[in-house]
């Protein structure tokens, strides 16, 4: 009886918790737990490398996972530069032929953060960062790598930390689009990994005399445009890309980007590279499995996004 | 004093737990310390002090998390439940019930979190979040108790021994 009475005081007490917390009234004791802290889990992450390196291999492993490290970091910089020309190829070609269009992208203006503590329920993804809403920092920004790369965006702002859904959270669901032209796993012989269906060309009237078979016109804005669709998280496979198109054809390898639709994310920042094609016979799209830019599970410092005022904020 | 102690020692696992564990992944999941420190507090020092300890770790496990504030309490109120189930069950030894107890309270966690993330408005995957997470936290949580298991049982044998003086003291396992 004791027991059941005690049950019931700690399940009114937790709802009661959870009803506050959701309302933001707890805000202020979360923000004060993470100050108080913040230091000591600094601390033991740093602690702690030596122990990651250890546990992913036998003692001299260690360097070659650092080195391993150092080399992806690079990888993902030249990527990002690479998805970054790219961009830029087919932003030329847009430019051409909408003269006057204005690319109103502002410098970018970057706040870096230290990673002080991940949640390791499992059942989200998240990192805790030590720059709040006294940093100017709001729900809703963008957070990148190092190296420039997407990480994911602010879920939750207090007065000095926040913490980051990263893209391969469950809830997380970024509008992407597929880099038109080749990737550094095809090179340029594979070229356009995108390739839409021509439209159906039109049948001839009958009585109307139809013209000598001209060769048909090259295709090039359309077959060099990307194709769309939504990067989300999963538990299972970390990064898809679906609501692609059904009859695109994805290339192992290819970039995805942010598209820029919606608002929440600026245009042209690197998300990863498409790891395998899943095309479902009974499904109206394809999907695809994303291989993240960025080392989302040692991450140390990260960068916020200042400069980009996500469409959520800026109607407020 | 003993509940200062518990305070203490809660906030210090929650603090590992977000700090060191997450470099600590086996079979895609982290070990909960804090699931483990209750379960292992609980059964060896009794569902007493279990029924201050848990909801104190829980709480603790919060304020370190992204959780809502109360939702480890609640998630973790089955385990005073199984370690008094556990009791009722007399063994020579109180690790094979800790290692029970933060097995089947790993499972009864998962769900009640995963139920409390849907009922927030976060996605939940059933199928994947248990065969994903819960699932394998069970066994990882299970193979990790010894290491928090075994200092709370050293530090109640040695307080049972300065009260009760000589008393037999049973092995750690």
Redo the contacts between chains.
Sequence with gaps: MRLIWWLATVVVVSLLGIVLSQNRALDPVQNLSLTVSAPAASGLRDAARPVDDLFQGITDRGDIVRENRDLREQIEELQQALAERQDAEQRAAELEEALGFKQGRPEDQLLAANVVAEDTSGLKRMIAIDRGLNDGVDEGMVILSRGGNLVGTVSRAYEDFAWVRLITDPDSAVNAQVVPGPSPAQGAATGGQVTPSPAPSPAPSPGVASPAPTPAPTPAPEANAAVRGVAEGDLRRGLLLDLLPPDSTLAEGSLVTTSGLGGNYPRALLIGSVEAVEQRPQSPFTRATLKAAVNLSALDTVLVLISFRPARLTEQ | MRYILALVAA?FV????????????IL???P?LVLIFAASWTVVRG?EEG?IVV?VA??MR??????????S??AL?PV??LA?AARLRAMDTEFVPTVAVVASGSLAY?II??T??AA?G????LS??VS??VL??CLVNAVFTPLVYLPIHTLSAQRRSGAIGTRRLTSPL
């Excluded at chain 2, 929650?14 to 700090?19: K, T």
């Excluded at chain 2, 919060?62 to 939702?71: N, V, Y």
């Excluded at chain 2, 976060?122 to 995957?125: A, D, R």
């Design positions: 906030a929650a603090i590992l737990n977000v700090s060191v564990m997450p470099y600590v992944e895609g999941v982290a909960d569902d029924a909801p829980g709480f919060d304020l370190a998390t992204s959780d809502p504030l109360g939702t309490a609640l109120a005073v439940l008094a998962g979190s995963m409390v993330l927030t976060q996605t939940v995957l994947d979040s994903r997470v394998p936290a």
